[in-house]
């Protein structure tokens, strides 16, 4: 199987990407007329769940680090269209979307078993920014009420999406290009990240929360936040650092959780032009910090963490 960029479908017509508004920009959703768009469509067979990225591994000494190639999962918004109107922007693995649809509504409230039907997937790519799938379902006619109610009051949820945006192509819109690189050496991460896990104190008290930790470029703690969301914790990190005064490009920033596309996004609109994690990137979160100019440093352990530099990241075949 092929491991390497999401094949390149064309785009969604501009209607078929809308997302639902929230009912505080508008009191009415957007409605879709079918076969409008002239994306592909696809079968749950044509996705794919990992992609193949080129890293440098590095034991945090000067010597010349080890090229690996290392499996990541795929990432991708998924909106997901019902009777015609645009619910949700989800971000999901983009394997098994059929399977992810029937349930997800089921889980919403807005469909029983044996009420979802054939899901048809489209794609859409957004070149280097990363691709976006819109999954379109029928459900019976008694249905409608309770969707476009429950689409009007949809809030964004920290645990499972980006719901109420404008549709997959603001999911993956543009970040602004970071000023500077990192000057931060191997030996400065490994401090960062001793020093990081003996200022957890909430974590060492309930082994339950995340960590963001700014290091200047010595690997000197210089903020530290813990939340049980990592997301939460990144925002209060940030938000310290404004408060503080302290400039973001003048250090990095450093995880415990994995390297999501919104932890990328987050750290380049501080202007921090490094992010580590303790844990593997997605496939979206590689592309976003490569457009972005954003280095990242990933399975950083006590012995060695996985360079991904900010130039050309995929594995082709």
């Known amino acids: ?17 809308r997302a639902p508004q929230h009912a505080c920009h508008s009191a009415h959703l957007p409605r879709h007329e079918p076969g409008t768009t002239g994306a592909r469509k696809l079968d749950d067979t044509q996705t794919t769940g990992a992609v193949a990225i080129r890293a440098l591994r590095s034991d945090y000494t000067e010597a010349a680090g080890k090229r690996t190639d290392l499996s990541v999962p795929a990432e991708a918004p998924i909106a997901i269209e019902t009777n015609g109107i645009a619910y949700a922007v989800m971000m999901a693995t983009p394997i098994d979307l059929s399977d992810f649809v029937t349930g997800f509504l089921m889980a919403e409230g807005l469909a029983l078993v044996g009420e979802v039907g054939d899901v048809a997937l489209h794609a859409t790519d957004n070149g280097e920014w990363g691709a976006g799938y819109v999954a379109r379902v ?6 409608l009420g309770p969707i476009l109610e429950r689409a009007r009051r949809r809030v964004g ?13 603001a999911a993956l819109r543009p970040l602004p290009m970071l000023a500077r690189r990192s000057a931060a050496k191997p030996q400065a991460i ?13 974590g060492r008290r309930t082994r339950a929360t995340h960590a963001a930790a700014f290091c200047d470029e010595e690997g000197r703690v210089l903020l ?12 209060k990190l940030v ?11 003048q250090g ?15 750290t380049v609109r501080a202007g921090c032009p490094l992010l580590v994690t303790i844990s593997a ?9 490569r457009a972005a100019g954003l280095a990242l440093a990933v399975v950083a352990r006590d012995d060695s963490m996985l360079i991904v530099d900010p130039g050309p990241s995929f594995v082709e075949e």
Do not use: W
Not at 1 to 17: E, F, I, N, T, V
């Open 239 to 249: 938000g310290a650092l404004a408060r503080a005064g302290i400039e973001a490009g």
């Open 224 to 235: 530290l936040r813990e939340d049980v969301g990592r997301h939460n914790a990144l925002d």
């Open 190 to 202: 490994r401090r960062g990240l001793v020093a990081m896990r003996e200022g957890q104190a909430l």
């Open 281 to 289: 990137p997605t496939d979206l979160a590689v592309r976003r910090a």
């Open 157 to 169: 949820d920290s645990s499972c999406g980006i719901c109420g945006i404008e549709g997959v192509e």
């Open 138 to 143: 029928n459900l019976p006619s008694e249905r």
């Open 252 to 266: 990095f920033i450093i995880m415990t959780s994995r390297c999501s596309y919104e932890l990328v996004e987050k």
């Open 1 to 17: 199987m092929r491991l390497c960029r999401h094949p390149a479908y064309p785009q969604l017509s501009k209607d078929s990407r």
